[in-house]
């Protein structure tokens, strides 16, 4: 019970609209290519039948968006996740219920108990994917912008610092670079190979001295981040960040190189970013 009364971690949707095209299309396609619940039997035009059930859905969740979802979010404060949950339930008995009205118009099929009920039975299945697909667009929203936000923050306050990597070669010449030009350090045995802009464009350095000193050295900096063993990457210059929980490849800036984040370190980069 406790879960159920926690504020609900994602912000809502701005694009109602795109996802409810996105979830019609979705069950077009489960209909007509994967032809469920005895729709392989129908010996009619199934494109055309299983485009109108997808029309119809698309039209049920922008209305219950627009009528409902969004009203209640607007008054009820916090949002927690047994309201969005109850949310959930009635958008897929709404669908269920203009479906097996559209069923029963198209095949002039009596309106009865047990075929609603087999057609919510339906819809629980089918809406049990839509809810996990739609967490998940939620998750990878809810990160892309809290990363853009920290990142902007960060990037601002940060400013006019530079930092400087020590060269440990007694000729070597250390590095010193303001710290939103520097894009990542990789690890090279006994080495380290820093990419950092110069001009706006990428560059890359070699620098004497191990991955292990160089964080030791940056420790202050919360944004300078390692997300391998053998490399770090300066979160204010993340562009994009694709993957799972088993890991995943980050861009940054005009960088061509993708840089890994191994599954151990994403843990620490979700409650970095979160």
């Known amino acids: 019970m406790s879960i159920l009364t926690r504020t609900y971690p994602f912000k809502q949707s701005r694009h109602w609209l795109k996802d409810s095209i996105a ?11 994967l032809q469920p619940f ?7 035009n199934k494109c055309l039948v299983a485009a109108v059930f997808g029309l119809i859905t698309t039209c049920c969740y922008a209305l219950y968006w627009w009528g409902v979802i969004s009203p209640l979010v607007k008054h009820i404060k916090p949002w927690r996740i047994w309201h969005n949950g109850c949310c959930t339930l009635g958008l897929i008995a709404f669908i269920a219920i203009c479906n097996f009205l559209t069923f029963a118009a198209l095949f002039h099929y009596p309106i009865t108990a047990r075929v609603f009920l087999m057609f919510l039975q339906w819809t629980l299945i089918i809406g049990l994917i839509m809810t996990v697909l739609s967490i998940g667009i939620d998750y990878n929203r809810s990160l ?15 400013r006019d610092i530079t ?10 010449n250390d ?19 820093v990419c950092y802009l110069r001009d706006d464009h990428p560059t890359s350095v070699e620098i004497h001295t191990t991955l292990s000193a160089v964080v030791d ?4 900096y919360q944004n300078i981040f390692q997300c391998h063993r053998s490399f770090v990457v300066n979160v204010n210059n993340i562009t994009q960040a694709k993957g799972n929980s088993n890991g995943y490849q980050l861009r940054l800036g005009t960088c061509a190189t993708s840089i890994p984040v191994s599954r151990s370190y994403v843990p620490q980069l979700k409650s970095f970013i979160a």
């Open 23 to 33: 979830y019609g299309v979705i069950i077009w396609a489960i209909l007509f290519l």
């Open 38 to 44: 005895g729709f392989s039997m129908y010996q009619g």
């Open 144 to 158: 892309r912008e809290r990363m853009q936000d920290l990142l902007n923050n960060t990037t601002d306050e940060q």
């Open 163 to 172: 930092i400087t990597i020590h060269d440990t070669n007694v000729r070597g």
């Open 175 to 193: 590095l010193t670079i303001p710290i939103n030009h520097l894009l990542y350090i990789e690890a090279q045995k006994n080495n380290v190979s």
């Open 217 to 220: 050295e940056l420790r202050e």
